[in-house]
């Protein structure tokens, strides 16, 4: 799998000191006074979350459905190498070797929330690509509506997979301009270390506005699609899960409020904090004007 060069891995303390301006985009371990810019006054700090509370607490039903579960049980899940099939409305389709999928796109270095719609929340310092740069790179056509992925399927190696917690393979979607957005990444590390088994290895998506559950891990499979494509938790219960999923404290999931969040490694007496709109993600806000958010939830 894709292996970060020396030079370009960070140490742990230089994240913990990177603000939110990175999330916007810029890339390099420097801080916004070393690169001259504004810095943002009005957007909070972004600390992340302890390497090990990221990789410790886990939401992977292939696995386990406890979250302190999945962890103990990634051993026998071999990540490399690891193929990716291309499909679809794409000028260049087949099935590569995730290296080759990767090859000559520019890694991203991206601060991220990351809000699971149970109502926890955390902020992880992903390494990555984008989306649009895999799928440009294979020619997406002009005909897609929608991206369609998949995750793995290996009951041996998966023990979660002999239960019917979910109908496997478990399989998301996203619209073509959410897909293209350039927040919209494929993460194939944390902390500038390979991405653990755990946590969707060897590429998962992430979509930082959106409910952790769109954040679809061990990707096999990428369709460029025209209708909207299954997506496993909205299928399995679409009255408590949209396909859209935009994170939003004003639509209460059916069995909960989710106009607050615990982040995760606050300790008992942290306490909640308000869930933002879009997750804070704010620049999101137009791809959906016109949009009943209520309704398509
Ligand atoms: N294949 C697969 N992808 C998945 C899940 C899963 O069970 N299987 N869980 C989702 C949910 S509900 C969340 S909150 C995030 C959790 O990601 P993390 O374990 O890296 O925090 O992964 C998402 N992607
Ligand atoms: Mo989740």
């Keep these: 799998m894709y292996k970060f ?34 810095s943002l006054a009005s957007e909070e700090d972004l600390i992340p979350n302890k390497y090990e509370d990221i990789i410790s607490y886990n939401n992977y039903y292939e696995f386990s459905t406890s979250k302190e579960g999945v962890k103990p049980l990634v051993g026998d899940f071999k990540t490399s190498p690891w193929e990716v099939q291309i499909e679809g409305a794409f000028d260049k389709t087949g099935t590569f070797d995730l290296n080759d999928v990767l090859a000559g796109l520019a890694k991203q270095d991206r601060i991220y929330r990351f809000r699971c719609v149970e109502g926890w929340s955390m902020v992880v310092p992903w ?105 496993t938790w909205n299928q399995t219960n679409s009255r408590e899960y949209g396909f859209y999923a935009n994170v939003n404290p004003n639509v209460d999931h059916p069995r909960w409020s989710q106009a607050t969040e615990r982040p995760l490694g606050g300790g008992l007496l942290a306490g909640r904090v308000d869930t933002k709109m879009f997750n804070g993600y704010d620049e999101v806000a137009s791809l959906y004007s016109g949009m009943d958010l209520k309704k398509f939830f």
């Design 5 to 38: 060069k020396d030079s370009e891995i960070t140490p742990e303390h230089v994240f913990l000191n990177r603000r939110k301006f990175m999330s916007a985009g810029v890339s390099a371990g420097l801080s916004a006074t070393l690169l001259g810019l504004p």
């Design 127 to 231: 390494n990555g690509f984008r989306l649009a740069d895999i799928l440009n790179k294979f020619g997406l056509q002009s005909s897609a509506k929608y991206i369609a992925f998949q995750t793995v399927e290996r009951p041996e190696e998966m023990p979660g997979m002999r239960y019917r917690s979910l109908d496997w393979p478990y399989r998301e979607g996203l619209r073509i301009d959410e897909a293209m957005h350039d927040l919209t990444l494929m993460a194939t590390g944390i902390y500038d270390k390979d991405i653990p088994a755990q946590n969707g290895a060897p590429m998962r998506l992430v979509v930082p506005w959106k409910y952790g559950f769109k954040s679809i891990k061990s990707i096999v499979k990428i369709s460029a699609v025209t209708e909207e494509p299954y997506a």
